[in-house]
């Protein structure tokens, strides 16, 4: 069965750092390209990031560049998210996501707030 497990998430003040984590598992891990997104309160979800399936290859939503970074360890079947200088729009549940077989697979999210 397919899992997508997020963590890391919490407070934090702006300016401020967190990890967050997916851990997979439940289908062939380093096929698939695999993202993050966020859905903020009152707004629509939207894509933050994406990795290819190897790693060598990354995207990123213009307001986030520069400040996160995604990465993936194949040997872990994880996925994470280093945020740095984040900002109170930052604040949302983040979700990471891959997609199989024509169907989308959603983690449950890790709430981030920035917040003084």
């Known amino acids: 069965q397919l899992q997508l497990v997020e963590s890391g998430g919490g407070l934090v003040q702006p300016g401020g750092s967190l990890r967050l984590s997916c851990a997979a598992s439940?289908?062939?891990?380093?096929?698939?390209?695999i993202g993050w997104f966020r859905q903020a309160p009152g707004k629509e979800r939207e894509g933050v990031s994406c990795i290819s399936a190897s790693g060598g290859s990354t995207n990123y939503v213009d307001s986030v560049k520069g400040r996160f970074t995604i990465s993936r360890d194949n040997a872990k079947n994880t996925l994470y998210l280093q945020m740095n200088s984040l900002k109170p729009e930052d604040t949302a549940v983040y979700y990471c996501?891959?997609?199989?077989?024509?169907?989308?697979?959603w983690g449950q999210g890790t709430q981030v707030t920035v917040s003084s």
């Open positions: 996501e891959v997609g199989l077989s024509g169907h989308d697979y």
């Open positions: 439940g289908f062939t891990w380093d096929y698939y390209a």
